[in-house]
């Protein structure tokens, strides 16, 4: 599972609230990426960092926002949760670095958002 | 821009019977490719990856894919399926060129087994 886990696993709030997921890493990876998950368009991507301090957006940036102080943690925060926001939000990892890398992406157990 | 375009939405299948799934992307350089599995309830688990030389690649629990370059098709295949197959597959495609950090991903195609 590379040492991936999420925070929390389940959340409902309301409209308008700001809401804030976390993901934890144990093996260091430079590169974190945020996803969400919605029936008929696969995954997403919301935003991604390439080191601490180091964001980028991605697809469907509009109404997120990142940080990453440590290296481990990768927190995605909703700014004032809408309810096009509820979804799966998938953490994920890439192993990178090397001439053989397949820059391939492990992925968190995912949490699922409910804003009504 | 990558894209990535699985065509096959459902496909519903008896169990021994023969799996292929579309994928195309739209990339004009090279590409990584993936298939990743999600199982109901869980999160995504490769399945296989392309990354050069052989071109029929062979994955975990029987599955395998083969890249034709000149279709742009990354397909997946098993000889015959299992229900424990049931899940839903994503494709998705890495551009090794230039901001070579993000995967594109298909919109999945849920297999049903039924047994």
């Known amino acids: 599972d590379a040492g991936i886990t999420q925070s929390p696993r389940h959340k409902v709030t309301e409209t308008g609230t700001p809401v804030t997921l976390r993901c934890h890493q144990t093996?260091?990876?430079?590169?974190m990426y945020w996803y969400r998950q919605d029936p008929g368009h696969g995954l997403r991507l919301i935003h991604y960092?390439?080191?601490?301090?180091?964001?980028d957006k991605g697809e469907v940036s509009d109404g997120y926002s990142v940080s990453r102080s440590k290296t481990e943690d990768f927190l995605l925060t909703l700014e004032s949760a809408t309810s096009s926001q509820t979804s799966v939000y998938f953490c994920?990892?890439?192993?990178?670095?090397?001439?053989?890398?397949?820059?391939?992406?492990?992925f968190g157990p995912g949490t699922r958002l409910t804003v009504l | 821009a990558q894209s990535v375009s699985q065509h096959n939405h459902h496909v519903i299948l008896s169990e021994a019977a023969s799996l292929e799934l579309g994928c195309n992307y739209s990339?004009?350089?090279?590409?990584?490719l993936f298939w990743y599995v999600q199982y109901p309830g869980q999160h995504l688990q490769l399945l296989l990856k392309?990354?050069?030389?052989?071109?029929l690649v062979k994955g975990i629990k029987g599955f395998e894919a083969e890249f034709i370059k000149s279709k742009f098709s990354f397909n997946l295949r098993k000889p015959s399926v299992q229900w424990s197959d049931t899940a839903e597959y994503f494709c998705?495609?890495?551009?090794?060129?230039?901001?070579?950090?993000?995967?594109?991903f298909g919109s999945g195609t849920q297999l049903t087994v039924l047994p």
């Open positions: 994920a990892i890439r192993l990178a670095g090397g001439r053989f890398s397949y820059n391939e992406q492990f």
């Open positions: 093996e260091n990876h430079r590169y």
């Open positions: 960092s390439y080191g601490v301090k180091d964001t």
């Open positions: 990339y004009g350089g090279t590409v990584n």
């Open positions: 392309y990354f050069s030389g052989d071109p």
């Open positions: 998705a495609v890495n551009a090794r060129e230039g901001s070579a950090r993000q995967l594109t």
